[in-house]
């Protein structure tokens, strides 16, 4: 496939001039005007290279667009275009990040040679990436397992995604692997050498969530005897990952909201803002379009998240994965001295797993310690695995429409409660949350009078 050209000039006749000479050599052109229009059509389309003038009449200058630019893609290849009174800026843009620069008038040849170069360069930064994301995705525990399409699509797109610096929003139920897919774009991502913090806004207690994020002055409230640095400067370098934003307070989502656009944080207590360079990934396995429905989450802070979605399927969509995970669990937990029956592995591949992977990690890590054969059995696993499946959760609420994933997750929490006896702290981790956030879902579906502690 040839590399994608975009070539952005005010002047009609030189934008004419370049979409037919780098045609001529190859390559894939689109033209633009100005800019503005430039950053446009960059949001539709990926290019390897662009070609700007410096000086544009209206709105942004050649030197604008390419910080916007390499904001959003580091690896795009900018190449600009400058008339001799204007080289000094020039100069200080390829400081800023332009990958050269080119003086009118310019011979066809001269233009062939630098965008050739830009060219092999970007495929070498592109690639360098994705080798580095496969090496990561290799490295054990931090593996992304999984043969499947579904996990070979999310695989290419953390190869893709990770170099660029754009905010984040992994969708996906509990235990289908958030945090590692987190994990794995700030490893292939130029900040990788940086700091990754996770912050799980689910279980933090409401009044002490915005001094975690974004720290507080010395005496800004009772106990604050000192100054403290908030997550988001722990971070400062790297990523932070937002995991559970929905629960999010909206008090909170009002600074959050401001870190997003402005790339600063104000501690508590504090008047002076800090300036901070994060990339932000954050998580939910709610739909927060519900809940902008609902008011109890920004709209505004809903867009902001979600300039680049990523869904990771639950595990009963991509069941051909289950032996391939299961039999690397037993490794990690048996260290190569314990195989699965082939019964077991049907059972295991047949279970809905609810819990998804970080339920059928549960269940290895459980066989491998009540079993006394080298060989796992359906025996050896779990009841709720290898019972009938009409069994394993009581009937849902009889309706002629298809039911709601809140009234799947109410009666499935039902579940997992009788299961444990009414022990709420043994159900949230079967559930893989957090007991605070195990509460507030009761309240939500008026189940507080279920359980105990």
Not at 6 to 17: A, G, K
Not at 242 to 249: A, I, K, N, R, S
Request: a negative charge.
């Amino acid at each position: 496939m040839s590399a994608r050209i975009l070539v952005v000039d005010d002047e009609s006749s030189m934008r004419e001039f370049l979409g037919i000479a780098l045609k001529r050599m190859g390559y894939e052109v689109d033209t633009a005007e100005s800019a503005e229009k430039a950053l446009d059509t960059c949001t539709r389309t990926s290019y390897d290279v662009v070609l700007t003038d410096i000086k544009m009449p209206d709105g942004l200058d050649g030197v604008q667009l390419l910080e916007q630019l390499k904001e959003a893609d580091p690896h795009l290849q900018v190449i600009l275009m400058t008339a001799f009174a204007s080289v000094e800026t020039a100069v200080q843009a390829v400081q800023l990040g332009a990958s050269d620069y080119v003086m009118k008038p310019f011979k066809v040849e001269e233009i062939k040679v630098r965008v050739e170069k830009a060219v092999e360069q970007r495929r070498l930064l592109t690639e360098h990436s994705y080798l580095r994301a496969a090496d990561r995705r290799e490295s054990g525990s931090e593996a992304i397992l999984g043969e499947s399409e579904p996990i070979r699509e999310l695989q290419q797109m953390i190869g893709r995604i990770g170099p660029a610096t754009s905010t984040v929003l992994i969708t996906g139920e509990s235990g289908t692997g958030k945090e590692l897919v987190a994990r794995a774009l700030h490893e292939a991502g130029d900040n990788a050498e940086g700091p990754f913090v996770t912050v799980n806004c689910g279980a933090i207690p409401e009044g002490l969530l915005e001094s975690e994020l974004f720290g507080h002055k010395k005496g800004a409230f009772t106990g604050a005897v000192q100054d403290k640095a908030g997550l988001f400067k722990v971070a400062d370098g790297g990523t932070i990952f937002l995991d559970e934003v929905g629960e999010t307070p909206l008090q909170t989502q009002v600074k959050l909201l401001r870190v997003l656009q402005e790339r600063e944080i104000v501690p508590v207590g504090d008047t002076r803002p800090i300036a901070v360079d994060v990339r932000v990934i954050a998580a939910t396995n709610t739909s927060l379009e519900e809940r902008v429905g609902t008011g109890t989450f920004r709209e505004d802070l809903f867009y902001r998240l979600n300039v680049v979605p990523i869904h990771i399927p639950p595990l009963r969509e991509r069941r051909e994965d289950i032996p391939l995970l299961a039999r690397h669990f037993i490794m990690v937990f048996g260290r190569g001295e314990y195989t699965f029956s082939d019964s077991a592995l049907t059972a295991l591949t047949a279970y809905t797993w609810p819990g998804n992977v970080r339920e059928l990690e549960n269940a290895v890590e459980n066989a491998v310690i009540m079993t006394d054969s080298p060989v796992i059995d359906t025996v050896d696993l779990p009841v709720k695995i290898t019972e009938p499946p009409d069994e394993r959760m009581g009937a849902l609420p009889e309706s002629d429409q298809a039911p709601t994933l809140e009234t799947i997750e109410k009666a499935y929490i039902a579940w997992v409660l009788k299961q444990t006896g009414g022990i709420k702290t043994a159900a949230a981790e079967i559930l893989g949350i957090d007991p605070s956030t195990l509460h507030r879902k009761m309240d939500r579906y008026g189940m507080r009078g279920e359980g105990g502690e």
